[in-house]
């Protein structure tokens, strides 16, 4: 009954900025590794942002780094997506995903958020 919720989404001009949250609930013992994905119509899904379980170390894609912070909250079960001069380009859904172990095992599962969308205007 592990699941991610995200939220966020929504539409925006270009060179404007969103923030997405994607938090962890159910029976959650812990959370190592947590990314974003995106996926725009046609397209592969891509990885865009990955961060560690300490939040200590992260990565991004190429076409995102300087505009888009990939930030995590523990106590919380929260990560976030601040993005920042948005371009059309990055119009897609975007997707939470996480490595989660439950209450009830010992080893870690991975999870996917729903997906929520992202519209950028020119």
């Known amino acids: 009954q592990v699941q991610l919720v995200e939220s966020g989404g929504g539409l925006v001009q270009a060179g404007g900025s969103l923030r997405l949250s994607c938090a962890a609930s159910?029976?959650?013992?812990?959370?190592?590794?947590m990314r974003w994905y995106r996926q725009a119509p046609g397209k592969r899904r891509e990885l865009v942002a990955t961060?560690?379980?300490?939040?200590?170390?992260?990565n991004y894609t190429d076409s995102v780094k300087g505009r888009f912070t990939i930030s995590r909250d523990n106590i919380k079960r929260t990560v976030y997506l601040q993005m920042n001069n948005l371009t059309p380009e990055d119009t897609a859904v975007y997707y939470c995903?996480?490595?989660?172990?439950?209450?009830?095992?010992?080893?870690?599962?991975?999870?996917w958020g729903q997906g929520t969308q992202v519209t950028v205007s020119s």
């Open positions: 995903n996480a490595d989660i172990r439950n209450s009830y095992e010992y080893y870690y599962t991975n999870y």
């Open positions: 159910g029976s959650v013992f812990g959370i190592n590794f």
């Open positions: 961060i560690s379980s300490g939040g200590g170390v992260t």
